[in-house]
């Protein structure tokens, strides 16, 4: 056997230095050949799953001996808009701190951005996110809380087909909840009539009225010494039995009082339900929008809610990715053959984050002749994976510097996830901007709103949003949308009243929670509107409102106020059985006391 | 179907080199960190390197690999528990990740991800029994089937091959 032989108990092989130099000298060409283009595919990777969009960059060189990182050509596609860039910029120069690279950690020291610009049209469309990202779910995440608003329709029905409706009485609530009455009332009728049977107070009280009519009259003296003592045992025992029977009477009472008040919140909500009735039975008419809060949330609602939409996207992103506090951080681990795992970052108090931009001041240009075109500042501070660590809020300005197109802009922002708390707040507000234009909903018209200004306010703490958006556009145009369909009478008003219009002020708010958020837009234009509306068919509506209302109180008077009655008799008739057994009971331990007394006990 | 030949074809070499059992169980404890944890990762550079310049047997190694990269497959799971259990679980081993976290180099090892530490973890515990079966396994071998099957052509064939030379380079 080789054990034996010197050569085996050598501990290193020598020999072995050949290969191993080889390998690292292969590993050295592909790092040269390789190692950029892997990073750069990495990075786009990377960053559209963070930001849940499309990423491209053309080209990254790295500087290792600096150390620092140049992008070429980026490209960030717009999450909402496939065939839009939200960001371009020719090259980006990214220089890093090279102590925290050894814990595998980025802290930008300087950070410069050069050929920027805004909102490009794309040649071809963008790739959907990675579905697996967190930017997806994040996505996901604002579409359903847009949904979640509910954004009138703008009905301009014509006046002569508003309609006689004809009510269904299985589809009111009214009948419905009283349907359900009157299941709840037999089932405490029954189960007070069990259990006022299972008291056997029949026996009790003849049992009372036979030992007061034996001793009716009689006295120590008639009945001597030892029927006295039987006389008193029997009036007590039997107190007893009565004082045992009102404690069931009592107990009966209790299990059925829940009963009884079901039944009187049951009747109530009967009648509550009216008011949902009408308004089903008004929503049947079909009748035309003319409340202003109406018409304003249904012009301005859906170009309102995109405006919103993005900044929560943001702010969802900005929760994950700079959570508070110092927990280990868990991500899915790299995709590879074997399970991904879970990643884990420990985070530690005056260390170096994962990621830190201590403070980026950038100028940006934006070429060309459009309304946007010149120059801006853009700032940002203690933008960082772990700002519990850094201690500072991140914080963004951004202001508009120089350009000829007249335009001014200037906002800020700031994004506290310090010590537990989530408060992200933004504002921007802007004059001689260019204002969205959008299809009025319902009538054939759209908005150009042309140049104004514009105030977006938004701010979330936690699950709580406050937002608000004001516009003044003082040069609006209205096109046709190109479909050329035929308007019947109340349109053609709403179109003469909205077109007569040269200007737009615009206040919209978003508030509540992320689950539950309400919209309120508010315009001169739904005021105008609502005005002339209700002023052609105020009388038309009235009466096919009266109408609706007669109908809904007929079905109700017809199918629900008989279980209503029947279900407060029920009520009153259990409430009333009780009192009459307890006064009963009452009355015959009364009666045998008054023995007892004659009897000389005391 | 190659890559079962092949597999014969490391287990013939490993079985009939000149290396005692000894060093061809140690290369086939080695080798099972290749196959048990994610390859790419700075560990198994430490394996490879050592598997060539430590005198132990590298086709044990190589052999290792591929019988034990399936076995890591299906260890992945427990080796994600495991790792979780160390990581998210253990409250007094925080203050350890946190510092190594925190240390140059160390995060290169993505030692934080609980499958590599799982998997890392589990081929540590492992490679105890495996080096002890692979060796009893050899000396069994070789004082039974080995001295026949010496005899054979195809085993011959092999043996005698140029590549079965260069191969030899890393066999004490």
């Given at each position: 056997m080789p054990d034996d032989t010197p050569r085996s108990r050598r501990v290193i092989r020598w020999r072995g230095i050949i290969p191993l130099c080889l390998a690292i000298a292969l590993a050295a060409v592909g790092y040269v050949l390789f190692a950029e283009r892997i990073v750069r595919d990495t990075t786009a990777e990377a960053a559209s799953k963070m930001l849940g969009t499309h990423v491209e960059i053309d080209r990254l060189t790295m500087h290792e001996t600096e150390p620092s990182v140049e992008l070429v050509g980026v490209r960030i596609a717009d999450p909402f808009d496939a065939m839009k860039n939200l960001f371009e910029a020719s090259r980006i120069q990214i220089e890093l701190e090279s102590d925290p690279l050894l814990e595998r950690k980025l802290i930008v020291r300087r950070l410069a951005i050069e050929s920027v610009r805004v909102g490009t049209a794309r040649q071809r469309p963008a790739p959907p996110a990675p579905r697996d990202g967190f930017a997806a779910i994040a996505l996901g995440a604002v579409k359903q809380w847009r949904s979640q608003f509910d954004v009138p329709l703008l009905s301009l029905t014509p006046l002569d087909t508003i309609r006689s409706i004809v009510l269904d009485p299985s589809q009111l609530q009214t009948v419905q909840r009283a349907l359900r009455l009157r299941t709840e009332a037999d089932s405490v009728r029954a189960a007070v009539t069990t259990e006022y049977a299972g008291l056997a107070l029949r026996q009790t009280l003849d049992s009372a009225r036979s030992v007061a009519e034996r001793l009716q009259g009689q006295n120590p003296l008639q009945l001597g010494i030892n029927g006295t003592r039987q006389a008193v045992t029997d009036v007590r025992r039997t107190l007893n039995e009565l004082q045992a029977a009102r404690r069931r009477v009592e107990d009966l009472e209790r299990s059925t009082r829940s009963g009884l008040e079901l039944l009187a919140s049951g009747v109530q909500e009967v009648d509550d339900a009216r008011a949902a009735d009408f308004a089903f039975a008004r929503g049947l008419?079909?009748?035309?929008?003319?409340a202003a809060p109406d018409i304003g949330n249904a012009v301005f609602g859906q170009v309102t809610i995109e405006r919103f939409q993005q900044l929560v996207y943001w702010s969802e992103l900005a929760q994950d990715h700079l959570p508070p506090g110092l927990d280990p951080r868990r991500k899915p681990g790299p995709q590879r053959a074997r399970a991904a795992g879970t990643t884990v970052r420990f985070v530690q108090d005056r260390s170096y984050p994962s990621?830190?931009?201590?403070r980026g001041d950038l100028d940006l240009t934006i070429s060309g002749d459009g309304a946007t075109s010149g120059t801006y500042r853009v700032g940002i501070a203690n933008?960082?994976?772990a700002p519990d660590v850094v201690g500072l809020p991140m914080q963004f300005a951004v202001s508009r510097t120089g350009g000829g197109s007249g335009m001014s802009l200037r906002g800020g922002g700031v994004m506290d996830h310090l010590g537990g708390r989530m408060r992200d707040s933004m504002m921007i507000s802007a004059a001689g901007v260019p204002l969205p234009s959008f299809d009025i909903p319902g009538l054939p018209l759209r908005a150009e709103l042309g140049r104004g200004t514009s105030r977006l306010m938004f701010d979330r703490a936690g699950d709580q949003i406050r937002g608000s958006w004001n516009v003044r556009a003082a040069d609006v145009a209205w096109a046709p949308d190109g479909k050329g369909r035929a308007l019947n009478r109340l349109e053609e008003l709403a179109v003469r009243v909205i077109t007569g219009l040269d200007d737009i002020e615009l206040s919209a708010s978003v508030s509540g929670t992320m689950e539950s958020p309400v919209l309120s837009v508010r315009s001169n234009l739904d005021r105008v509107l609502a005005s002339r509306v209700r002023e052609v068919l105020g009388e038309e509506v009235a009466r096919a409102e009266r109408e609706a209302r007669t109908q809904v109180e007929r079905i109700v008077r017809e199918r629900a106020a008989p279980i209503q009655a029947e279900a407060l008799r029920i009520r009153t008739e259990a409430e009333q059985q009780i009192a009459d057994a307890r006064a009963r009971l009452d009355t015959a331990r009364t009666e045998l006391e008054g023995r007892l007394r004659s009897l000389g006990v005391r | 179907m190659i890559a079962l030949l092949k597999l014969l074809q490391s287990l013939v070499k490993t079985l009939h080199s000149d290396g005692t059992p000894h060093q061809i169980g140690l290369g086939m404890a080695l080798g099972a960190a290749l196959g048990l944890t994610p390859i790419a990762n700075v560990h198994n550079v430490i394996v490879v390197v050592l598997l060539i310049m430590l005198n132990v047997s590298f086709g044990a190694g190589l052999l290792a690999w591929a019988l034990f990269t399936p076995v890591g497959f299906l260890l992945d799971p427990a080796f994600d528990r495991i790792g979780g259990a160390l990581l998210l679980e253990n409250a007094s081993l925080q203050p350890l990740w946190t510092r190594l976290d925190h240390?140059?180099?160390?995060p290169f090892t993505n030692f934080g991800n609980t499958v590599v530490l799982g998997s890392v973890i589990g081929w540590l515990i492992l490679s105890v029994p495996i080096y002890l079966a692979a060796r009893l396994a050899v000396v069994r071998y070789r004082t039974t089937y080995g001295t026949r099957l010496r005899q054979w052509r195809i085993v011959q064939t092999v043996t005698a091959s140029r590549a079965y030379n260069v191969w030899q380079w890393f066999h004490a």
């Open positions: 008419l079909k009748l035309p929008t003319f990621f830190l931009l201590r933008l960082t994976t | 240390t140059p180099f160390v």
